[in-house]
């Protein structure tokens, strides 16, 4: 690893702590505001969920996705396999954020679960 690339990582490992994120928001913003998705959900429904987000949020009419992308959109969800040790570091590492993130949106779909598939 090159200089400073420790940073980089403790960076990465910082803005995925989305609980931090998510309470500050909720205090200009109501939650009712606010669309939370897992990115296995959206690597699986990828179009659905950009109809969703355009229905919800932008209210214009969807027009189609051309063929080439979604052709990139689908290769997108497709992922590497990752060791068992990297994951139960990442688990142990990241568990008491996630926790706080499922009890405050109240949806227990943001804790960790070995046996999930994510890629």
Do not use: C
Not at 3 to 11: A, L
Not at 50 to 68: A, C, G, T
Not at 96 to 112: G, T
């Amino acid at each position: 690893m090159g200089v400073g690339s420790g940073r980089i990582m403790e960076d990465i490992l910082a803005h995925s702590m989305y609980v931090v994120y998510i309470k500050e928001a909720f205090k200009f913003i109501p939650r009712e505001q606010f669309m939370f998705r897992t990115s296995e959900e959206y690597n699986a429904r990828t179009v659905d969920m950009i109809k969703q987000m355009d229905k919800e949020f932008f209210r214009i009419e969807f027009r189609p996705i051309p063929p080439v992308f979604m052709k990139k959109i689908k290769q997108t969800g497709k992922k590497n396999a990752v060791w068992n040790s990297t994951l139960a570091a990442l688990d142990n590492f990241y568990r008491p954020y996630n926790e706080e993130l499922a009890k405050l949106l109240q949806d227990d779909q943001w804790l960790f679960d070995s046996d999930r598939k994510y890629y």
